[in-house]
């Protein structure tokens, strides 16, 4: 199988609610570990990771990637690490190479051929931080706009 052919899917489910979130801490950077939900990512229709995500924190990651991406104008690495877990290895990495690039978690459920086409990859991880950012603002009634910047990064 080559990298073209490979397809991925990102879901999320929410485990916590805007009742979570008092009210006068809506704006507070601590919200970012509130805002969980289990995520997962399906290759070519299987479970390769699955665990539960501070969402926000995800998003404000992503976010942040997208911007170096146009900044550079060139596609960078992403490392995905997490205030919740001191893990040495990023929780979930894209490194690309040629035209192709490699989805990576140090969690994964089982090994899979995860290896995808540059833009593919790119284009799927834009749609994801989009529909994230729509989702946690419907769900928990906050804008993500507050948290951009005010959440410490690993940075790499």
Do not use: C
Request: avoid cysteine; glycine fraction near 2%; charge should be negative.
């Amino acid at each position: 199988m080559d990298g073209v052919s490979n397809k991925v899917e990102f879901h999320y489910q929410f485990t916590s609610d805007e009742s979570d979130i008092p009210k006068k801490m809506r704006k507070d950077p601590s919200v970012a570990l509130k805002v969980e939900g289990e995520f997962e990512i399906e290759i070519n229709g299987n479970t390769y990771f699955k665990e539960n995500l501070a969402l926000l924190e995800f998003y404000v990651s992503l976010n942040e990637w997208n911007k170096k991406i146009k900044k550079k104008n060139k596609v960078t690495e992403y490392r995905y690490y997490t205030m919740e877990y001191e893990e040495e290895e990023p929780i979930i990495s894209l490194i690309p190479f040629d035209n192709k690039a490699r989805l990576t978690t140090i969690w994964e459920t089982q090994q899979l051929y995860n290896v995808f086409d540059l833009h593919y990859i790119i284009e799927q991880m834009r749609i994801l931080k989009e529909k994230l950012k729509r989702d946690i603002e419907l769900h928990y009634k906050i804008s993500v706009q507050h948290f951009i910047g005010q959440i410490p990064l690993r940075k790499y």
